[in-house]
C-alpha cells in the first residue's frame, strides 16, 4: 500500500524537481518505509530517493544508478514517476518503486494489493518470465508484458498504477472495478499529472487551490460528494473505479477506457442452487477472501465495530490464523444508544482476541478536526469518519500495518433499510401482492423509516430531506446551483438499488474516508467484501428474495455464518452505523460553530437568516447536519488555503 504521483510537463515554468520534491513530501504519509523519484528526458534515466539513504544492496537494483537527488541535472525533464512506499508484501529493497522490468522499457509507480499475485506469477514462470522479488508489484509488471493492456482483467484485488511504456511512449493508468484505491488527474494542454490525493496538486504548488461550486451545492444540498469524475476541487479529476486512462506523451491526448461496468453484474444468470447450497457457496467465498487478505509479511488486525460484517471478518481471521488477533473498536459506554460495547465483548467470548477499545471525545474531535479535514482532501458529511480516523491512530500505535474491515457487505447481501424499499418496489411492480404484505408484515419494528419512505414513493412524493431548511440557511448562489431533483430515486430491483450503493452513492463515499483515515496513518485497509471477484460476482447471482427473506436484512450472509457468531449478533437488526453524539457535540461548541459559519465563507450562507439571534438547541436533527457540514467547510477552505497549518500527528 503505497503513495503514488507523476508529472508529464511541456510548460517551461514549470519546476519539475521543486514540485517532485514537494508532492513526495506531502505523499509521505501513504508510505514512510521508503520513497522512490525516476525522471526521463530524451537521452536519459535518473534514479534517486529524497528522504532515505541511497544504497542499495542488493545487486540486481544496482543497476537503477541511484543519485542523491541534490545532485540530479538541474534541467528540464519531461516526465517524473514518484512513488511512496508502505511495505507490507516482501519488507526488503526488491520492492523499491518505481519498478522497471529488466530491459528498462516499462516502468511502473503502484499503490494496492493483488490476493491472486502469487497464482499469476506461477503461470507466468510458466510462460518463461523470471522474477527477482516477492512483490506483488512485479506481477502486475510483468502481467502487462505477457497481456498487454487487457492484463487488469486478470487481477483480483485493489490498484491504482501508473505504468510508463517507453516502446509507446504511452501512459496507462488504472484503478480497480470499485475504487478501493484513489487515483486523481489533472489535465491541461502542457501538462499531465496524477497522484493519490488531490492535496498532491494544489499544495505543491502545480496548480492553484479553487472550488467547484456547483459540488459544494451538492455537497450541502444532497450529501453527496465525489460522485462524478469532476469533484470539489477545480480541474482536478478522477480516474472513475473501473476505469484505465491512456496519455499519448508526444501529445498530451487523453483516452478512457472502462473495463469494468458495474450493470454487468445485472446480466449475470442467477444461481438456481437451493437455499443451503448457496449459503454454503457464500460461507466458502466469504472465508476464501478474508484468508487471501490476511496474506502480509507484516501483522494483521481487525477493525470490529460488533455488527454483523466486522464480526465475520473476525472470526473468520482468528480461525485462519489459530492464535489471539488484535481487534480494534470505538465504543461509547455511556451512550447507550449508539454504543456497540456488549456485542464486541460477545466476539471476544467467542474468539482468542487482544483487545483494543477506542473512546472518541468532545475534546478529541476538535482537537483533531483540523487535521482530520486536510487528511481527507474533501470536508465530512458526519462524525463517522473521525471514529474511522482515530481508529487508526491507535492501530498505528501498536505498530500494526494492516487491518482488515467489513466494508462493502452491506452493499452485497442488502443491510440497509432502503434496500427493503427496492425489494417492496419490486414485488409491487411484478404485483405479487401476496408475497409483499408477508414480507411487510415480517420486517422488523425498526424499519419505520423504511415503511414512510415506501408510502411517499409509492405516491410519488420522492423523499427529499430540508429543503425549506436548505433555502433558509443556504445562498440562492448555492441553492440556484440545484434543481432540488432527488439524485437517490430508489430502484425497482433490490439489485439495481445495489449496484447503486456499490458505484457514486454509498461505497464509493465510504472507501474514500477508509482509505484516507487509515492512509493518514500510514495503515493499509483491506476490504474482504469491496474487492474479491468472486465474491462479488457470487453476491448478484443469488436470488433477491434470498437477501431479504422473511424480512431478514443480509439473510443469506448471517445462515452462512450462524455457527460461527455469537447468538446476539446472529440475531441482532439494528444498525446503530459508525457514529459519534452529534447533536450533543454540537450543542456543547455551539458558540464556537456558530461563529466560524457567520464570519466564514460569506458566499454559502443566507446572510439576513444567520443575522438573527438563534440556538441550536431548538433546532431539527436535519438543520444540526446542515450547519455541522457548513462549519466543517469553512474549516476545510481555510485549511486548503493554508490560513490554518495542519501537521500529521
Known amino acids: 500500500m503505497c503513495g503514488i504521483a507523476g508529472i508529464v510537463s511541456y510548460d517551461e515554468n514549470t519546476n519539475i524537481l521543486q514540485v517532485v520534491k514537494s508532492v513526495s513530501k506531502i505523499l509521505q504519509h501513504r508510505g514512510n518505509d521508503d520513497d522512490g523519484v525516476v525522471l526521463f528526458d530524451e537521452d536519459n534515466v535518473y534514479c534517486s530517493k529524497i528522504q532515505h539513504s541511497i544504497e542499495f544492496t542488493s545487486s540486481h537494483l544496482k543497476y537503477l544508478s541511484l543519485l542523491p537527488f541534490e545532485n540530479i541535472p538541474v534541467k528540464k525533464y519531461p516526465l517524473a514517476l514518484i512513488h511512496r512506499r508502505l511495505s507490507i508484501i516482501d519488507l526488503s529493497e526488491y520492492g523499491h518503486q518505481p519498478m522497471c522490468d529488466e530491459s528498462g522499457n516499462v516502468w511502473i509507480t503502484y499503490n494496492g494489493e493483488i490476493y491472486n499475485y502469487l497464482k499469476l506469477k506461477q503461470f507466468l514462470i510458466e510462460k518463461g518470465f523470471r522474477f527477482f522479488s516477492n512483490t506483488d508489484t512485479e506481477v502486475v509488471l510483468k502481467a502487462y508484458l505477457y497481456y498487454g493492456k487487457t492484463f487488469v482483467q486478470h487481477l483480483n484485488g485493489m490498484w491504482a498504477f501508473c505504468i510508463y511504456d517507453k516502446r509507446s511512449n504511452e501512459l496507462f493508468l488504472s484503478r480497480d472495478k470499485i475504487g478501493v484505491k484513489p487515483l486523481y488527474y489533472y489535465h491541461s494542454k502542457n501538462v499531465f499529472a496524477f497522484a493519490s490525493e488531490q492535496k498532491a496538486f494544489h499544495q505543491s504548488g502545480l496548480i492553484p487551490f479553487s ?24 480541474e482536478i479529476k478522477e ?87 488484535h481487534c480494534f473498536s470505538v465504543v461509547f459506554p455511556d451512550k447507550p444508544g449508539i454504543d456497540e460495547s456488549v456485542f464486541v465483548r460477545s466476539v471476544n467470548q467467542q474468539i482468542p482476541m487482544v483487545e483494543h477499545l477506542i473512546t472518541p471525545t468532545i475534546e478529541g474531535f476538535f482537537n483533531d478536526l483540523d487535521e482530520l479535514l486536510y487528511s481527507q482532501d474533501i470536508p465530512i458529511w458526519s462524525t463517522s469518519t473521525y471514529n474511522q480516523f482515530l481508529l487508526m491512530r491507535h492501530v498505528k500505535a501498536t505498530g500494526i500495518k494492516v487491518i482488515l474491515s467489513g466494508q462493502g457487505s452491506d452493499e452485497l447481501f442488502a443491510g440497509y433499510q432502503h434496500h427493503y424499499v427496492a425489494y417492496w418496489f419490486s414485488l409491487l411492480k411484478h404485483f405479487d401482492l401476496k408475497e409483499l404484505f408477508q414480507h411487510l408484515k415480517q420486517s422488523s419494528a425498526y424499519l419505520s423509516n423504511a415503511y414512510i419512505l415506501f408510502l411517499k414513493a409509492i405516491i410519488k412524493q420522492w423523499y427529499f430531506p430540508q429543503k425549506s431548511i436548505i433555502r433558509r440557511y443556504l445562498s440562492s448562489d448555492i ?53 474479491d471477484n468472486d465474491l462479488l460476482h457470487w453476491a448478484f447471482q443469488i436470488p433477491e428474495k434470498m437477501k431479504l427473506k422473511n424480512g431478514v436484512s443480509k439473510y443469506v450472509l448471517r445462515e452462512a455464518f450462524k455457527d460461527d457468531l455469537p447468538s446476539l449478533i446472529y440475531q441482532r437488526k439494528d444498525k446503530k452505523g459508525f457514529e459519534a453524539p452529534l447533536k450533543e457535540w454540537l450543542l456543547l461548541k455551539e458558540e464556537m460553530i456558530l461563529s466560524e459559519i457567520k464570519e466564514g465563507w460569506q458566499e454559502l450562507i443566507n446572510i439576513s437568516e444567520w443575522k438573527k439571534e438563534f440556538t441550536l438547541k431548538n433546532k431539527s436533527s436535519n438543520e444540526l447536519k446542515l450547519i455541522f457540514k457548513l462549519y466543517l467547510l469553512n474549516r476545510w477552505k481555510k485549511i486548503m488555503e493554508g490560513k490554518i497549518t495542519v501537521i500529521n500527528q
Open 239 to 325: 480516474v472513475l473505479p473501473g476505469e484505465n486512462v491512456f496519455v499519448n506523451l508526444a501529445n498530451l491526448c487523453i483516452k478512457k477506457e472502462k473495463y469494468f461496468h458495474l450493470s454487468e453484474l445485472l446480466n449475470g444468470s442467477k444461481t438456481h442452487f437451493d437455499e443451503q447450497k448457496i449459503i454454503h457457496q457464500t460461507k466458502k467465498l466469504v472465508d476464501n477472501s478474508i484468508h487471501q487478505h490476511l496474506r502480509s509479511d507484516v501483522e494483521v488486525a481487525v477493525s470490529l465495530s460488533g455488527g454483523i460484517d466486522s464480526s465475520i471478518v473476525a472470526v473468520s481471521a482468528s480461525r485462519y490464523l489459530n492464535r489471539p488477533i
Open 211 to 234: 472550488i467547484n461550486i456547483s459540488a459544494v451545492s451538492q455537497y450541502l444540498i444532497h450529501n453527496v460528494l465525489e460522485d462524478t469524475e469532476e469533484g470539489l476541487i477545480q
Open 479 to 531: 441553492v440556484k446551483q440545484d434543481n432540488f431533483s432527488h439524485p437517490h430515486k430508489i430502484s425497482d430491483s433490490l439489485n439495481k438499488e445495489l449496484i447503486k450503493d456499490l458505484s457514486y452513492r454509498r461505497l464509493k463515499a465510504f472507501l474514500k474516508c477508509e482509505d484516507r483515515a487509515s492512509m493518514w496513518h500510514s495503515v493499509e485497509s483491506r476490504l474482504p467484501f469491496s474487492d
